[in-house]
């Protein structure tokens, strides 16, 4: 079992900057990959980063130039810095830990961009 621990999520206004932390606990493989996911409401849960132990990134196209994902192996912890924000960024933002055998979600953390 893996444990995640989010937190960062909050109100900010259209052009503000957030970040979110991940920490993850538990059984951790030396190979794995973390990243984000969001959901709006009524929309379905999509890719925002994800980031391998050895440092390779994805990014959705939206968040392009203006999120950047990073993480801390010594800490287990994943971070999304999130930048220029728009009100469609606005969702629950997920976080995800996946190795060779297993896939963990953390709770969830709200992201609200106001215009």
């Known amino acids: 079992q893996v444990q995640l621990v989010e937190s960062g999520g909050g109100l900010v206004q259209a052009g503000g900057s957030l970040r979110l932390s991940c920490a993850a606990s538990g059984s951790i493989f030396s190979i794995n990959v973390m990243g984000w996911y969001r959901q709006a409401p009524g929309k379905q849960r999509e890719l925002v980063a994800r980031?391998?132990?050895?440092?390779?990134?994805n990014y959705a196209d939206s968040v392009k130039g203006r999120f950047t994902i990073s993480r801390d192996n010594a800490k287990n912890t994943v971070y999304l810095q999130m930048n220029s924000l728009k009100p469609e960024d606005t969702a629950v933002y997920y976080c995800?830990?996946?190795?060779?055998?297993?896939?963990?979600w953390g709770q969830g953390t709200q992201v609200t961009v106001s215009s």
């Open positions: 995800n830990y996946v190795d060779y055998s297993d896939n963990f």
């Open positions: 980031i391998t132990r050895g440092g390779s990134t």
